[in-house]
């Protein structure tokens, strides 16, 4: 199939970005999204271009680097997934697709598709832990026996993978889904509940200074969400902020 | 035996690891505050020792190429973790982990390095729940196991299909927490350029700021390696695109020896290659094989006919399908070891009995375990004479919830729905166990150069078990490196910060400088990646599942001109100054073009048959691997000396006090 693409083509951080038109012919449907971009890329580079730069890694939709905005949509039209498992199948002959880098203060343009996530690292650093040292010399891991329901749905919260389009899909461009999801997990567990007070705050400051917005429960972060990262994280991380507060 | 001493410690082997804690020298803790440590790769290895290692009090730096520690490529690892609990009372122990993983490997590791890793284990998990790590768990409360190949056992721990992921996690929130408190100092988007030696000691390194281009100068009292392994020499694997040889292989020039470089897993349960603009295959998890049949069809016709389109899979009848696992190895059916596995799908496949457009697929089938899981599902749920389709409903609901995530991966890749039709499946590259030499200590033949993870050579032999990789990481991260770095740093206590402006700082980023310019001047005809696809066909084509003499001897000779052809013809566009992919790729696969030329010269001196290993002309008449344990039961070590196919062969003996050698039966 053949493809035009609207690309965002950004030298660097502190330089301006436009919109830059390519068309691309030999689309296969078996390929992924990250796939048809690297033929684009093998075809700048011949031509002695500099190619798109957007960030990839495992190509399994594990590893959370992979970005971009599709037509509007973070990781593209389809559901449940990242863009590296998003497969050209989705789109049809003719099509136009705008590509941009995920949008949001808090994640500032570092080249062309790139943006810097480093925000989501820092909130994870102002408490996204268990305090306990990595001397092997805890309890037997059986003498902690946890209730299967509650172990599932730390799980579940645990599976969030930093991506950050929950933030892109967001019109406050809130990081209140990613947040909640280490908080829930954490808040679940019986090892995290020790310092459940201490964490929620910690990591809820974090991210408002790093200049997130606040969530107005749209509830777009779950539908764009490649993980299916459920909405109820961030009731249980607005009541365990709550009981935190009251606590002192 | 010189240079290469392995200082495994005297003793009884349950005791060395022990003996050996006791014997070594400390760092107390005031002095460990003035000793700095760099650990470049943030995976498990790297990521747990830099937590443990700050810990304790030394000051780290972490060097990751990626954008977060958290994404280090140990994430995409599937099914699971082992630990010698034996929580279900089947028999475990440390000796029979020991055993299996000194046996899974081919009778190519060190005993006592694995019998460590085995008394390791069971620290590892309870380490993992204690910082939350949501492991699977029974409805008592207590975890769950699940039983992996090449084992007779349950001892594999798993978080569903994302082990790895969760893990990682882990490590990544132990980091966390210790760069919050200052004892670690994080670089993201760095890379590793070159090892800094002084006096002979590695004492920093040369790293370039892939955002801005900048190279800088870190220096410390020693460094760790934990990189990760090279299986992107082939191109297409299960690696993530960025995995790399660069650190390891920068250490290499700089003197470390690189073992056993042909040891290379190649994992039997991979989605197929589907076209040449493929750029990276995806791994079905082995725990699959705990529940799904591997089979192709039994007669010829139908094999055509399904590769023609003209047949479906379920259309086959029972009596017409070849379990060719079940059949070939009764004792352990679908879950022999990998390369054993991956060994038999080839053999179908080159007969010509391949799925798949391509014929280089067989199935993978849930239909029966769909059933039984059904049936007994309806059971305990109190439906009596459940109909075929409840059975089924309640039977993938079952599979839904133990692989749920990897099903759906299917699914979108291939645009099959592999509840209704078999998944198909295909070996490829995984896993190398070859990597840096290391001794018992984890330190490199440099002084002060330590290597951990899939990045040593250590543990795994010839062939690694599944989700043994976890285990080694971790074990290697938390429990062993922390404190056998301590003996060595301790004659560094009056050291004092090495300094960055000496000469060898200045002749490593000299050469760093040079060697990109190099890469830029190239006379710009053909793209990395272009040399990067040609090299994994040759690595595939002669270096991969089956090899022999002749097709290893063209490998080198022509590995040896593709790399001459880059460094004249490549093409990289963009500036050294500047956020640059194609240079970051540039410089990676200049190092891979280096390492398949050892990789084929190993395997081409190492005449006979064990694990990952296979040469055509080292087989018995039914097409298992031959080993020759009177001439081959060593390590080979490379010494670097300039081009790859001068490098120096030198031989670590291994000796087997514990263990019978015995020909690997899975029958």
């Known amino acids: 199939m053949k493809l035009y693409l609207k690309i965002w083509r950004q030298k660097d951080a502190s330089s301006p970005g436009k919109i830059v038109d390519y068309t691309l012919d030999g689309v296969e449907g078996d390929m992924s999204f990250l796939e048809m971009l690297d033929i684009l890329n093998e075809e700048l580079v011949s031509k002695g271009e500099e190619p798109v730069e957007f960030d990839h890694d495992c190509r399994e939709g594990i590893c959370g680097t992979c970005s971009l905005q599709i037509n509007g949509e973070p990781h593209g039209p389809d559901r449940l997934v990242t863009t590296c498992q998003l497969h050209m199948r989705k789109f049809n002959d003719g099509d136009t697709i705008v590509i941009e880098p995920f949008r949001a203060n808090a994640f500032p343009v570092i080249k062309d598709l790139i943006v810097d996530r480093s925000a989501f690292d820092r909130i994870q650093q102002a408490g996204g832990y268990i305090s306990v040292n990595t001397s092997g010399n805890t309890v037997d891991a059986n003498c902690i026996p946890i209730n299967k329901h509650d172990a599932d749905e730390a799980m579940d919260a645990a599976t969030c993978i930093g991506c950050g389009a929950c933030v892109a899909a967001c019109k406050n461009a809130s990081a209140m889904l990613f947040t909640s999801a280490k908080v829930s997990q954490f808040a679940l567990l019986p090892q995290g509940r020790i310092e459940a007070v201490e964490r929620v705050q910690n990591m809820v400051r974090q991210m408002d200074l790093e200049g997130f917005g606040n969530c107005t429960n749209t509830g777009a972060c779950e539908v764009e969400c490649p993980k299916g990262i459920s909405l109820t994280n961030i009731a249980r991380m607005n009541r365990e902020y709550l009981a935190a507060t009251l606590k002192g | ?667």
Request: with cysteine; proline share 3%; aromatic share 10%.
């Open chain 2, 1 to 667: 035996m010189g240079i290469l001493d392995s200082k495994i410690p005297s003793g009884p082997l349950a005791d060395k690891w022990t003996k050996h804690k006791n014997d070594i020298n400390l760092v107390n803790p005031a002095n460990k505050r003035n000793i700095d440590i760099i650990v470049v790769g943030t995976g498990l290895a790297g990521g747990a020792a830099a937590a443990t290692l700050a810990e304790l009090g030394y000051n780290v730096k972490t060097f990751c190429y990626q954008d977060s520690p958290r994404r280090a490529h140990s994430i995409a690892a599937q099914g699971g973790i082992n630990a010698a609990k034996n929580y279900q009372g089947d028999g475990d122990s440390n000796y029979r982990l020991f055993y299996d993983t000194i046996k899974g490997g081919d009778y190519r590791s060190r005993e006592a390095n694995v019998y460590r890793l085995a008394e390791v284990s069971g620290n590892i998990i309870d380490q993992c729940v204690a910082q939350g790590v949501p492991f699977a768990r029974e409805y008592g409360g207590m975890l769950d196991n699940r039983s992996f190949g090449g084992v007779l056992v349950s001892r594999t721990f798993y978080a569903k299909g994302q082990t790895g992921q969760q893990l990682l996690l882990g490590a990544y929130a132990a980091m966390n927490r210790q760069i919050h408190r200052g004892k670690i100092q994080s670089f993201t988007r760095h890379e590793m350029m070159d090892l800094v030696l002084v006096d002979g000691k590695a004492r920093g390194i040369i790293a370039r700021d892939l955002v801005s281009g900048k190279i800088e100068r870190h220096s410390a009292h020693a460094v760790v390696l934990a990189t990760g392994g090279y299986g992107n020499v082939f191109f297409l694997s299960t690696n993530a695109m960025g995995s790399n040889v660069m650190a390891a292989w920068r250490a290499h020039r700089k003197g470390a020896f690189f073992a056993n470089p042909c040891f290379t897993q190649i994992h039997p349960t991979c989605i197929p290659v589907s076209g040449d603009h493929q750029s990276k295959l995806t791994l079905m998890s082995e725990s699959l094989r705990n529940d799904g049949r591997i089979w192709v069809p039994k007669k010829m016709e139908d094999a055509v006919a399904i590769r023609e389109g003209k047949l479906k899979p379920t259309q086959i009848a029972e009596e017409d399908r070849d379990y060719y696992l079940e059949r070939r190895y009764p004792a352990f059916g679908n879950l022999v070891p990998r390369d054993v596995a991956s060994r038999a799908a080839k053999e179908r496949c080159d007969a010509g009995f391949g799925v798949n457009k391509t014929g280089e697929a067989v199935y993978l089938d849930f239909a029966s375990a769909i059933k039984r899981y059904g049936k007994e599902k309806a059971m305990t749920s109190g439906i009596k004479d459940p109909d075929e389709a409840t059975i089924i409903k309640l039977g993938e609901d079952v599979i839904e919830a133990k692989y749920g995530n990897l099903f759906q991966m299917y699914e979108k890749i291939v645009d099959e729905n592999p509840y209704k039709t078999p998944m198909m499946i295909y070996p490829a590259v995984h896993y190398t166990m070859g990597g840096l030499w290391v001794d018992y200590n984890l330190q490199t033949t440099i002084p002060g150069c330590y290597a951990a993870g899939e990045a040593n050579f250590s543990d795994h032999g010839a062939n690694r078990l599944g989700a043994s990789a976890l285990m080694q990481g971790l074990a290697d991260g938390y429990f062993v490196l922390p404190y056998t770095i301590g003996d060595y740093l301790s004659k560094d206590i009056r050291t004092g910060k090495i300094p960055t402006d000496s000469a060898a700082f200045d002749e490593a980023e000299k050469q760093v400088r040079d060697r990109m310019e190099k890469l830029m001047s190239g006379s710009g005809i053909h793209s990395v990646d272009y040399y990067h696809k040609k090299l994994g066909k040759i690595m595939w084509n002669k270096c991969g599942m089956a090899r022999n003499a002749k097709g290893l001897e063209e490998a080198i000779k022509e590995i040896s001109e593709l790399r001459k052809d880059f460094w004249e013809n490549v093409k990289v566009t963009g500036t050294i100054e500047s956020k640059n992919q194609e240079l970051e790729k540039a410089g990676r696969v200049a190092d891979f073009l280096e390492l398949g030329e050892l990789f084929a010269k190993d395997a081409l001196q190492r005449n006979e048959s064990c694990g990952g290993h296979f040469r055509e002309e080292y087989q018995t008449e039914e097409g298992e691997a031959l080993r020759d344990d009177e001439n081959f039961k060593f390590v080979a070590a490379w010494e670097y000396v300039g081009e790859p196919k001068d490098a120096k062969l030198h031989k670590e003996d291994l000796v087997y006090e514990n263990i019978e050698l015995k020909t690997r039966s899975y029958k």
